[in-house]
């Protein structure tokens, strides 16, 4: 204990922060300390749902539990995969409004070949991070819509995913940029044995090495999830 004092007295003493006299700079400064309070408490409380999370995950693994031992009606399926759908095109009308609308300033297409990804991360980007950024353990209710969709069906996700989400993605390019393939959306169909067969990124897509890119990141974070839930 006298050692543990003596520390003590060694230690410096930390200087007390002067508080602003003048109201308005108080209460920025309140207002400052607050707020850096607050995303310490919302880190501190992440990181603790996350190690629960990671806890319970690997409880189901040793219990090998699956969603075959409690499954989703077709109903529920239905609405689940209706509601992704409905995501997908609020995303891709966004982003071609973002590109067209006067207001928003729309990027010049003779800037380079990657005019449009800063539309693609305002208005899409979400799609990436919900399959990416697994260490938010509380994500927007989009990003939650689409990981339970991929634990359901995720080869089902990955298609329309790659169809309706990045196919139409890319007409919209090809719309707006005349230097862009004047092919239309991806055409290959799956096998009729298995509707919901993967697809590799499809050759429409080979103008714009950018877009195949996030296609195929967003498919691996796809199956990723459902890995990771199983």
Known sequence: EKEKEKEKEKEPEKEVEELPKDPV????????????KNTMLLKEVNASILKLQHKMHALLATRMFSLDKCPVSPDQKKNL???????????????????????DAPPSRAGGADWWETAFEAKLGWVVAAVE????????????????????????????AEKELFGRVHQIIAKLDPTAATAAAPTTAPAASDPRAPLPVPAIFEDN?????????VLAGIRRVCNMQG
């Open 209 to 217: 090495a950018k877009l195949s890119q996030r296609c195929e990141q």
């Open 81 to 103: 995969f209706a509601s992704v759908a409905e995501l997908f095109e609020q995303g891709c009308t966004a982003f071609e409004a973002a590109l067209t609308q006067p207001e």
């Open 133 to 160: 950024n697994m260490e938010v353990a509380m994500p927007s209710p989009r990003a939650q819509i689409l990981r339970l969709a991929a634990v359901v069906d995720s080869e089902a996700l990955c298609w329309m």
């Open 25 to 36: 700079e108080l209460e920025k400064k309140l207002q400052t300390m607050l707020h850096l």
